[in-house]
C-alpha cells in the first residue's frame, strides 16, 4: 500500500503530496472505518528531541497512508500527558460537518443531480466533489442541517441521500463516491470453527425463518412453505411474510423460495478477526487471504458444522499506519439499504425480509421508466415514465408488445403468450 510516512499539514491545505510541515515520529498511529460510519485517526507522539511534537495543533491536517491510498485527517483534539501526547483526527471528509444546509428541495431527479443541487445549496463553498454511479428518479429534501447528515443519515427511512438511494460511501481526502458497493467479491473463501484464536465469531438466529406463512395483494394466503433446513433447529421458526406484488399463490410461492435461496433460514454470521492473535497460531495461513480485503469487499464464509455458506461483507476495520497492515477487521451481514427508492412499501418489505445484494441491486436499477403492476411490466425507451413516453414496451397477458406511439396507441404483438415470434 506504499509509503509509511506520517506528515502533518496546514489547516487551509488542500493537497497533501508535499511534505507540509514535516514528518511525525508517532509511536502509535491507527486508522478506524466502518462502511456508512466513522472514519478516524488515533496517534500518540513523544516528545522528541528534534520538536517534531511542535507541529501537532489543533485543525492542522494529518496525512497517512491508508488501505485507500493516502488519506487526511483534522485534528479535532489533543491530549498531553507527561509521557506523549494523544490525538484523535476524522477524516476531511467530516470537514464537511460545519457546513450548514438550510433548504433544499428537489423534484424528481437522478442522484447524481440531486448531489449537485444539495452541493449548491451548501452554506459557502468547498472543495470537495460528489459523484454517483446509482440509479433511478426521486424527488429529495435535506432543511437545517449539515451535509454529512444530508448524506448518511441518523438511520431513519428516507432522511439522507444514502437511505433514500442506498448504496456504501467511498471517502477519497475530498473526492466523496456514494456507489453501488464500494468493494468487490473476490472470490475468497473462509472456513471456520468455533473456539479459534484471533477469531470472534458471532451466531445469531434471532431473525431466522424456516416455516413462511405468505400473504400476497389484498390479503392472499398462499400455501404454507417450509425451508429444507427447517430440521436443523429444535423447532420451526414461523412467519408471516407480505408482498403485495404477488397476486397468485403460485407467485408467492416462488417469491418464498426466492427467501430461502437468499438465506432468511441461516444465522447472521459477525467475524472479528484480530490479526496480532491470528499469526500466532498454526490456523493463520487459512485466513492469510484476508489481509488483502479491503472495505466493503465480500467473502464468503462456511461452516462446515452446520453445513451452509454465505456471504459476508468487510464492514469495519483497523489499519495500522505505521506497519501498514491491519490490525483487525470485522465482516458481518450485508445491514445497509442497497434499495432505490421505488415505493416505501417495497422498500420496507426488501429490508424487512433481508433481500439479498443481488436482489437490492436490481431493485436500485428501477426508475419510473419502469413499471410493474397487475397489468404487467412496461419498459419505457424515452420519456421520463409510461405516461409521457411515446416508445415503450409492454410484457402482460398478451405477450411482449411494443408501441410507438405511447402507452395509448397502437400495441404491435412481438411475441405471444406461446412464446411465437410475430412475422
Not at 491545505?13 to 472505518?33: I, K, M, N, R, Y
Not at 428516507?158 to 438511494?165: A, G, L, M, R
Not at 433481508?354 to 431493485?363: D, F, L
Amino acid at each position: 500500500w506504499g509509503d509509511a510516512m506520517i506528515t502533518i499539514h496546514e489547516k487551509t491545505a488542500q493537497t497533501f503530496d508535499t511534505f507540509g510541515l514535516g514528518a511525525l515520529v508517532p509511536s502509535h498511529c491507527v486508522v478506524e472505518e466502518e462502511l456508512n460510519g466513522a472514519y478516524e485517526l488515533e496517534l500518540k507522539h513523544p516528545y522528541d528531541d528534534g520538536g517534531k511534537w511542535k507541529r501537532i495543533g489543533i485543525g492542522n491536517i494529518i496525512c497517512t497512508q491508508t488501505p485507500n491510498g493516502k488519506q487526511a485527517f483534522r485534528i479535532y483534539k489533543i491530549q498531553p500527558t507527561l509521557d506523549n501526547i494523544t490525538v484523535n483526527a476524522r477524516h476531511i471528509f467530516y470537514d464537511l460537518l460545519d457546513n450548514y444546509i438550510d433548504s433544499f428541495t428537489t423534484g424528481n431527479g437522478t442522484p447524481q443531480q440531486i448531489l449537485n443541487g444539495m452541493k449548491a445549496a451548501f452554506n459557502y463553498t468547498t472543495p470537495f466533489t460528489f459523484q454517483t454511479n446509482l440509479t433511478g428518479i426521486s424527488s429529495f429534501s435535506a432543511s437545517s442541517c449539515n451535509p454529512v447528515l444530508a448524506l448518511l443519515g441518523n438511520g431513519e427511512e428516507n432522511d439522507s441521500i444514502i437511505s433514500k438511494f442506498g448504496g456504501e460511501i467511498k471517502r477519497d481526502n475530498f473526492n466523496i463516491a456514494i456507489k453501488n458497493s464500494v468493494g468487490m467479491d473476490r472470490g475468497f473463501y473462509i472456513r471456520y470453527s468455533k473456539n479459534l484464536k484471533g477469531l470472534t465469531i458471532d451466531e445469531d438466529v434471532s431473525n431466522v425463518i424456516t416455516r413462511v406463512f405468505p400473504i400476497g395483494k389484498d390479503g392472499l394466503k398462499g400455501t404454507t412453505v417450509d425451508s429444507s433446513r427447517i430440521n436443523e433447529y429444535p423447532f420451526p421458526k414461523v412467519a408471516k411474510v407480505e408482498n403485495t406484488e404477488c397476486t397468485t399463490k403460485a407467485a408467492l410461492n416462488a417469491y418464498v423460495q426466492q427467501l430461502f435461496k437468499d438465506g432468511i433460514d441461516l444465522p447472521t454470521v459477525n467475524i472479528q478477526v484480530d490479526f496480532q492473535m491470528l499469526t500466532k497460531t498454526e490456523e493463520y495461513k487459512n485466513y492469510s487471504v484476508l489481509e488483502t480485503v479491503c472495505l466493503g469487499d465480500v467473502v464468503t464464509v462456511v461452516n462446515s458444522k452446520m453445513n451452509f455458506q454465505k456471504k459476508a461483507k468487510v464492514i469495519s476495520y483497523i489499519w495500522d499506519c505505521l506497519l501498514e497492515k491491519y490490525e483487525k477487521i470485522e465482516l458481518g451481514d450485508f445491514t445497509s439499504s442497497i434499495l432505490n427508492a421505488i415505493s416505501s412499501s417495497e422498500r420496507t418489505l426488501a429490508v424487512a425480509q433481508g433481500a439479498s445484494t443481488e436482489v437490492k441491486q436490481i431493485y436500485n436499477l428501477i426508475s419510473q421508466k419502469v413499471d410493474i403492476s397487475d397489468n404487467g411490466l412496461y419498459i419505457c425507451i424515452d420519456g421520463t415514465n409510461k405516461a409521457d413516453a411515446t416508445k415503450l414496451f409492454h410484457f402482460g397477458n398478451s405477450g411482449l408488445q411494443y408501441s410507438s406511439n405511447g402507452i395509448n396507441g397502437a400495441w404491435k404483438t412481438l411475441i405471444d403468450v406461446n412464446g411465437t415470434i410475430s412475422q
